[in-house]
């Protein structure tokens, strides 16, 4: 799936193939598709690193036996219900600690782009794959490495470092697209432009739910109930139903705006903003193009000037102060330094 195909719409009455009509009839029977047993997968399949990296977490937990560091890993697979009764490897069993998952599962891939102005505009990207249980650790340091950056601030003396986002906050989206993610569909992708970073992962919410009770407490209702039961017994998860919750305070007390969730394509998008003032924002909100253009000028540079925002708008003194001073009035703005040529304008705080 190209970048671009997650803007273009379904038909609306499109007949279910593929993916989609598994999906239905796995629905139809109750059975999750993590459940599906892989017909050929052994354990040669299976990473025995993965195993052990898993089981160790789970004991620093207590959420695991001490007797799983002795016990053969056909013996623990089972105990985890990731084997059926007839021996054979579920989906979710490859999914967690496969070698490579995407040998039989063509869509456990996490796809990273960065982006200019526009969707179109994709600068460069990289492809994460492997078991889905390293994965959020891979996906944090790849955008760390190179897609985020760190501002410097300090706090008396000490340096600060932090990332445009909260760490904790990033995690936790990450985590739950990969859990809650549908399987029989496609990769998850993570786009990050300049002002905004967005996740969108494959699976629609559960019926009955809307996005409005996804904000709120809510009970747990995992896509891949057995795939969830892991992450919790390895420390990733504390517990479920909480991640959203999660995800906003943390936003909230990063000083940046609460992360947008909405139901695009069959699918879940949150978007995380640097804040809230972006073009779309300043347009909703009935501010002029001209009024728009010099606000994100000062986004961008930090201050202006009346003969600066003359220039930017090719207009004169008398339009240009008017403009400033309903922009002073509705309080985007504020006015800094002395009276006259010395006045600059920059942005409130949110």
Known sequence: ?????LTLKQPAKE??????????????????????????????????QAVQSFVKKALRKRRISEEAVQTDMLTLLKNLELVNENGELLLAALLLFGKKPTKYVTSAAFKIGRFGKSHSDLRFQDIIEGNILEMADKVM???????????ISYQGLQRIEALEYPER??????????????????????SVYDDRLMIWNPGKLPDCWTIEKLRNKHESKPRN????????MAGYIESWGRGIGIIIDSCKEYGIPEPILAEEMDGIRVTFLKD??????????????????????????????????QKINIISDRTALRDLQELLHKGFIERIGTVGKGTNYILRKQ
């Open 225 to 232: 109930a057995l795939i969830a039961k892991i992450f919790f």
């Open 169 to 190: 906050a990033l995690r936790e989206a990450i985590l739950n697209a990969i859990i809650h993610k549908d399987y029989s569909d496609t990769a998850i992708f993570l």
């Open 15 to 48: 007949a279910l193939k593929g993916a989609a009509l598994i999906q239905m009839l796995f629905k139809k029977i109750g059975v999750s598709w993590e459940l599906k047993p892989v017909p050929g997968a052994s354990l040669q399949d299976i990473d025995e």
């Open 141 to 151: 340091e790849v955008l760390d490495r190179l897609y985020l950056v760190r501002p």
């Open 276 to 309: 809230i003032y972006t073009e779309e924002y300043f347009t909703n909100l009935g501010l002029t193009q001209r009024q728009i253009q010099a606000l994100l000028y000062i986004k961008y540079n930090g201050r202006i000037t009346n003969a600066l925002y």
């Open 1 to 5: 799936m190209e970048w671009n195909e």
